[in-house]
């Protein structure tokens, strides 16, 4: 079964870090881009990194310098590094596969893992 | 960067009614427009892919049109399991965003 897991979410003071991970399953992972979007309670989705399969990496502005996206293919792993968090980050945060049959659009995307970023 | 704006932001519709949710993107994306499904608490799903493309195991009644920087996504017929909040996204790679989603409520 093509699956995604994600894991490592929990609260965090604001100016901490936290490093999410995202387990693929059931398909060959270092052929995919991958990507992060997140979802504040109540509100919509918001993409927040992506990875490609040479490694190469993008952000929106307002993760830029705080989050680094990386990938472990041996392991079959995607990670989220969030430094100097802030409430505003605090959301689900999904990791989401960017299919070959689909153009590039995200579809599968794992349960979701909670930020919250609070004192 | 490109943003997204879809609207209604919330429609009030029946099961059987036809229903048009329209997205449109500051600049040009050609097609590179999807569609995904929201329930309450589960990941989004994918319904539709470069603008009119029905994903895989998506119900016919699905579609989607449009180019450039005006989309749609229509339910020919609404059943009740179709009762979610949809958001368009535009992937013209380097660059994602989605709109900012359209709840679809029981009349």
């Known amino acids: 079964e093509v699956q995604l897991v994600e894991s490592g979410g929990g609260l965090v003071q604001p100016g901490g870090s936290l490093r999410l991970s995202c387990a693929a399953s059931?398909?060959?992972?270092?052929?995919?881009?991958m990507h992060w979007v997140r979802q504040a309670t109540g509100k919509g989705l918001e993409w927040v990194s992506a990875?490609?399969?040479?490694?190469?990496?993008y952000y929106p502005g307002s993760v830029k310098g705080r989050f680094t996206i990386s990938r472990e293919n041996a392991k079959n792993s995607l990670y989220l590094q969030m430094n100097s968090l802030r409430a505003g980050d605090t959301a689900v945060y999904y990791c989401?596969?960017?299919?070959?049959?689909?153009?590039?659009?995200?579809?599968?995307w794992g349960q979701g893992t909670m930020v919250t970023v609070s004192s | 960067d490109i943003q997204m704006t879809q609207s209604p932001s919330t429609l009030s519709a029946s099961v059987g009614d036809r229903v048009t949710i329209t997205c449109r993107a500051s600049q040009s994306i050609s097609s590179w427009l999807a569609w995904y499904q929201q329930k309450p608490g589960k990941a989004p799903k994918l319904l539709i892919y470069k603008a009119s493309s029905l994903e895989s195991g998506v119900p016919s009644r699905f579609s989607g049109s449009g180019s450039g920087t005006e989309f749609t996504l229509t339910i020919s017929s609404l059943q009740p399991d179709d009762f979610a909040t949809y958001y368009c996204?535009?992937?013209?790679?380097?660059?994602?965003?989605f709109g900012q989603g359209t709840k679809v409520e029981i009349k």
């Open positions: 996204q535009q992937y013209n790679s380097p660059s994602w965003a």
């Open positions: 059931g398909f060959t992972f270092s052929s995919y881009d």
């Open positions: 990875i490609g399969t040479a490694g190469d990496t």
């Open positions: 989401a596969r960017a299919g070959l049959t689909v153009m590039g659009a995200f579809d599968i």
